[in-house]
């Protein structure tokens, strides 16, 4: 075997080890922080601070954002189903695809690219500053006093943001419906319950719940372990939002493909 081949194979073994070592060590954290939720006292001060920031610098987007996702699943579904010779059920699709796809994915992003970035850059700062290293020497967990507290805001922000995504993109649905496309308002309103049904908003609940804990702990696990001083902190924060993106997209087609399963379709 060639030189150029042995280090290649030697790279290839390298980065998966390397991947191995990280996963199983985001997956200590994710222990130490489920552990350190239960441990007394709680940070209710940081808690209630992380949750407003992270409000702060996700509602509107998430707004902005649910508006025309809304409109362009009316605008789709509508369209589709004129062809179908169905047009009482489009206020149906609309509302089932908001709530089952759409509402978990656009807070998904929003958590993980807002608030996200947010919370591993301001980690990354205090780990490099040596913050994280005094507190420990000075007997104070970081995980309980820094990391539980932002990943359970992450988790109540999320769960809200879905809610919120729901009401704005059906509103938004609804308003292109009737407006541009000259839909009849009593038809989208009275075709809601149709293929749509409460376990679908329960389910994007616990998605945005289960994304909300995804993101904090990758967040977190970059923010603690940031190389090679402040570009290191930059390097890491990119890396958060990325690994974030990729499990989130790979939990809700696990989470999906369950709940499909596990709950039939209405009228099925």
């Known amino acids: 075997m060639s030189s150029a081949t042995?280090?290649?194979?030697?790279?290839?073994?390298?980065?998966?080890?390397g991947a191995l070592s990280q996963t199983g060590n985001i997956v200590q954290l994710f222990i130490d922080v489920a552990r350190n939720i239960f441990v007394r006292p709680?940070?209710?001060?940081?808690?209630?601070?992380q949750a407003w920031f992270i409000a702060s610098v996700t509602i509107l987007p998430t707004a902005l954002i649910a508006i025309p996702f809304g409109a362009i699943v009316s605008l789709q579904t509508s369209s589709l189903i004129k062809q179908l010779g169905a047009e009482s059920f489009t206020g149906a699709a609309s509302v089932l695809i908001v709530l089952?796809?759409?509402?978990?994915?656009?807070?998904?992003l929003l958590?993980?690219?807002?608030?996200?970035?947010a919370v591993a850059a301001d980690l990354g700062s205090r780990t490099i500053r040596e913050e994280i290293d005094a507190m420990r020497v000075l007997g104070i967990n970081p995980i309980?006093?820094?990391?539980?507290?932002?990943?359970?805001?992450?988790?109540?922000?999320?769960?809200?943001?879905?809610?919120l995504v729901c009401v704005?993109?059906?509103?938004?649905?609804y308003f292109f419906n009737v407006v541009v496309q000259n839909g009849t308002p009593g038809a989208y309103l009275a075709s809601f319950s149709a293929l749509a049904q409460l376990p679908d908003l329960y389910v994007a609940t616990l998605k945005a719940?289960?994304?909300?804990?995804?993101?904090?702990?990758i967040a977190a696990y970059k923010g603690l372990t940031p190389k090679g001083g402040p570009k290191g902190v930059g390097e890491a924060v990119n890396q958060s939002v990325v690994i974030t993106f990729l499990l989130l997209f790979f939990a809700n087609l696990i989470i999906t493909a369950v709940y499909l399963q596990i709950v039939p379709a209405k009228g099925s």
Do not use: C, D, W, Y
Request: no cysteine.
């Open 42 to 49: 709680f940070q209710l001060r940081e808690f209630i601070q």
């Open 168 to 173: 704005v993109g059906i509103g938004g649905g």
């Open 6 to 17: 042995t280090r290649g194979v030697e790279k290839v073994q390298q980065a998966g080890h």
């Open 111 to 117: 958590i993980a690219g807002a608030a996200g970035s």
């Open 100 to 108: 089952q796809q759409a509402a978990p994915i656009i807070t998904s």
């Open 209 to 217: 719940a289960i994304f909300g804990v995804i993101a904090g702990v």
């Open 144 to 163: 309980q006093r820094l990391v539980v507290p932002r990943v359970l805001a992450m988790v109540l922000v999320g769960a809200l943001l879905n809610g």
